[in-house]
């Protein structure tokens, strides 16, 4: 490894601009830097806050220096995970770069991206998917992108879409210049479990560097029965500047407004979700940054490294569902200090287990000894329909090809599958034959392309119902239902009024001083708690691996497995194929109308079964991707069945003992409360 001086002399440029006022290269920043230098494709992985951005703009900044400061082409693309954060570091580096000649912009769904191409741009992935279809020779003189917080995308339908752009950019390139070396990848994460596989997933022959450790973790668990025992807490903590999170839109709301009649002391009160305008959030982010005293409460919008100023306090109202969330929340605190100071406010006891098994993973020295996800991570093939729908509006002969399917396609997913979409498209209205071997929208594709609904595969099913600007058109949520022009709801803790609705959509506008008459019910995401999440706290209660806990109940029994929400829920279907009357109550456990003294004999077939009837359901779970329903039947279950790892669970399943714990009954029935 290279030492801090030998580093600075190869960034004569960068190192005034990044690194001269601290005088010195963080861990991460000393063993990154060389090989970026070097050309190689990096995935580096340090703590929150340890200088990881810095680490790969500086030196990507340094090779490419003498092409940025006369470039009137984008060279450095770099993709952020969230519209916030995109803002948040252009105006961090914007300053940076001012008087270096090299042009920054940014581009997101709130902030349009300056008329002139700019040599670094940062955006988001569907933004990214937007301007290949408007704008694709700009990628033409690509050099670099960094994907930043990879661990938010892998494994999700933002990672696979990310998977699919990365080669149609490289397409562009090759196309336009063949004798072009392929763009240098970097990606940036605070955690990841299994390196190899990111870096195979999203670097051409990746280098990992990886550097372990981070801040102290200092978390007070109370729990919390109602909103009172939030105010107490926070009149006994002292902090100025609190952030509190909570796991939902209409939680936010009540709990905002409940701060506002009965917190003890002053406090401006801020609300922040990603439903809000653009405008708004960044409003409260400023806001909330300069006041003196103030709480502001978020949904995991806040969890990333968002200019918010200094936080004292990070309080978790209710347990975020896996460990990245929760590290990345209580992370966000006490920034300036060696320990990361955070107050957890499980409702149940289940969630207090959770904050438990938490605090376990994230202080184990050796991540190898961790509970592994029995899940695959698997290529889901919906996204594949938002990648046709949009290359077909990229193409300038608006249509595609099975060649042009293959070339985006990851090479796990095989021709015939291609084949199968392809048709099944056809066949449901949304493709219709061209030339030969062509394929060009149909009715059902038109509708989509002319309501710009193509580039992305999060969000609400692809026609469903859309809460928009009753004036400008802009989406300001998804939802369970429509409501009838003059409804009240409560959005963004204001009533906003129906004023006209139609199939698929209806506008709001203000109402203030009117009467709420129901709030706006967005459509709900289904959680699923890790397996690695419900193993930790089997392991704290000296729970073998093999075994399955009995707890009667009734006529039946609570048969605990600790495998978490999505194998529970499998294991529940895979009983009742076997005649067994069984029902999953929460991660933890199931129950069973009868005692079992062990689990019937495991059956391939029947476990198969059970997981193509239950797909629709994991779906939900495994998020799928909003496309998913449109893809041939046996696609989407093979696609499922897939990620469920059935071989590993069969394996499992077949080690089970069932075994009573008469000593650990009180616990357990915790864990059901």
């Known amino acids: 490894m290279l030492t801090q001086p030998e580093v600075k002399s190869r960034i004569p440029h960068t190192w005034s601009l990044f690194f001269a006022k601290h005088g010195r290269f963080t861990p991460i920043q000393q063993q990154t830097i060389p090989p970026i230098l070097d050309g190689e494709d990096v995935l580096a992985i340090a703590a929150t806050a340890s200088g ?18 006369h470039a009137c082409r984008l060279q450095l693309l770099y993709i952020c995970p969230t519209r916030a954060l995109v803002r948040d570091l252009y105006e961090r580096l914007l300053p940076i770069l001012d008087d270096t000649g090299i042009s920054i912009g940014m581009k997101t769904g709130d902030a349009a991206r300056r008329r002139d191409t700019p040599s670094i741009l940062i955006t988001t992935p569907e933004s990214v998917d937007s301007m290949l279809t408007r704008s694709p020779k700009m990628f033409i003189g690509l050099q670099a992108i960094v994907l930043d917080e990879i661990h938010l995308f892998d494994n999700t339908p933002r990672g696979d879409h990310v998977r699919c752009l990365l080669p149609r950019i490289e397409r562009i390139r090759q196309y336009a210049r063949p004798e072009a070396a392929p763009m240098q990848r970097a990606a940036l994460s605070a955690t990841v479990h299994h390196p190899a ?44 500047k609190t952030l509190l999170f909570c796991n939902s839109r209409r939680e936010v709301e009540e709990t905002a ?5 009965n917190l003890s002391h002053h406090a401006d009160i801020f609300v922040h979700y990603s439903n809000l305008d653009g405008g708004m959030r960044r409003d409260v982010e400023t806001r909330f940054a300069e006041a003196a005293t103030a709480v502001c409460v978020s949904t995991s919008t806040l969890e990333l490294g968002i200019d918010i100023g200094s936080v004292d306090d990070v309080v978790l109202l209710g347990a975020p569902p896996n460990p990245n969330a929760f590290l990345q929340r209580i992370g966000r605190g006490s920034r300036r200090t060696d320990q990361t100071r955070a107050l957890c406010m499980p409702k149940t006891p289940g969630e207090w287990a959770r904050f ?34 949009s290359f077909i509006r990229q193409n300038p002969t608006g249509s595609i090809r099975l060649a042009d399917v293959r070339r985006f396609a990851p090479p796990e997913v095989d021709d015939e599958t291609i084949r199968k979409i392809v048709a099944h498209l056809a066949f449901d209205g949304y493709l219709q034959t061209g030339r030969v071997g062509e394929w060009r929208p149909d009715e059902k594709l038109k509708i989509l392309l002319d309501q710009h609904e193509i580039y992305s595969n999060i969000g609400a099913d692809v026609m469903g119902i859309t809460a928009v600007d009753a004036r400008t058109g802009r989406t300001l949520a998804y939802t369970d239902r429509s409501y009838p022009p003059g409804t009240v709801v409560l959005f963004n803790g204001q009533p906003m009024e129906v004023r006209w609705e139609e199939r698929y959509r209806f506008g709001l506008a203000h109402a203030p001083g009117k009467k709420v008459n129901a709030p706006l019910l967005f459509r709900k995401s289904y959680v699923a708690i890790p397996f690695a999440v419900t193993r930790t706290i089997a392991i704290a209660l000296n729970v073998d691996a093999d075994e399955m806990t009995t707890l009667p109940q009734g006529g039946g029994q609570y048969l605990f497995h600790f495998w978490g929400t999505i194998w529970g829920e499998l294991l529940a279907a895979v009983l009742v194929a076997q005649g067994v009357q069984a029902e999953a109550v929460n991660e933890f456990c199931l129950y069973v109308e009868l005692p079992l003294e062990k689990l019937p004999a495991w059956n391939g077939q029947i476990a198969e079964k059970a997981a193509r009837q239950t797909a629709v359901m994991l779906a939900n779970r495994l998020q799928m991707g909003r496309f998913h329903r449109m893809l041939p039947t046996a696609v989407a279950r093979k696609a499922v069945i897939s990620q469920l790892n059935l071989p590993l669970f069969g394996k499992k399943y077949q080690a089970v003992q ?16």
Not at 52 to 69: C, F, G, M, N, Y
Not at 198 to 226: F, K, S, T
């Open 658 to 673: 069932l075994r009573p714990r008469p000593k650990l009954q009180e616990r357990l029935h915790q864990l059901i409360a």
């Open 356 to 389: 438990d098994a938490f605090l376990t993973l994230a202080n184990t020295a050796d991540p190898r000894s961790l509970p592994a996800d029995p899940l695959r991570c698997t290529f889901r093939p919906s996204t594949l329909i938002q990648q046709i729908f």
């Open 52 to 69: 990881k951005t810095e680490a790969v703009i500086a030196p990507l900044l340094e090779r490419l220096w003498d092409s940025l400061q």
């Open 257 to 261: 407004v409940y701060l506002r009649q």
């Open 197 to 240: 596989g990111v870096a195979e997933r999203y670097l051409h022959e990746g280098i990992i560097v990886q550097v372990h450790g981070g801040r102290e973790i200092e978390a007070d668990i109370r729990p919390l029965y109602d909103l009172s025992e939030l105010i107490n807490a926070l009149d006994t903590r002292p902090a100025r």
